[in-house]
């Protein structure tokens, strides 16, 4: 009988999005910690795990960057205390 086969990746690690990269991070997690998959797929699993970690960080730095953005042009244009009224600088 021959090896059973993992079916590939429907869409590449480089595609999905922050909640699917953790999705399937949390998948090889569990198949890794519950002992369902042998030594060669376990590493497997981590080195793609490692890779899903990468798109991760990648998404949330990017996220990152663009908060700051955002922020430095609510500065640049004077929103700096929020909703009207708000403001730090006004007075009782």
């Known amino acids: 009988m021959p090896a059973k086969r993992s079916k590939p990746d429907p869409q590449p ?39 899903l970690i990468a798109r991760c960080r990648s998404i949330l730095d990017q996220a990152e960057a663009r908060i700051e953005e955002l ?10 205390g929020g909703a009207a009224g708000d403001r730090a600088d006004e007075g009782p």
């Open 13 to 51: 690690d480089e595609r999905l999005s922050y909640e699917q990269a953790v999705e399937r991070l949390e998948g090889l997690v569990e198949r890794i910690e519950s002992g369902e998959i042998g030594l060669e797929e376990s590493i497997a699993a981590y080195e793609q795990g490692a890779k």
């Open 71 to 80: 922020s430095a042009e609510q500065i640049a244009g004077g929103e700096v």
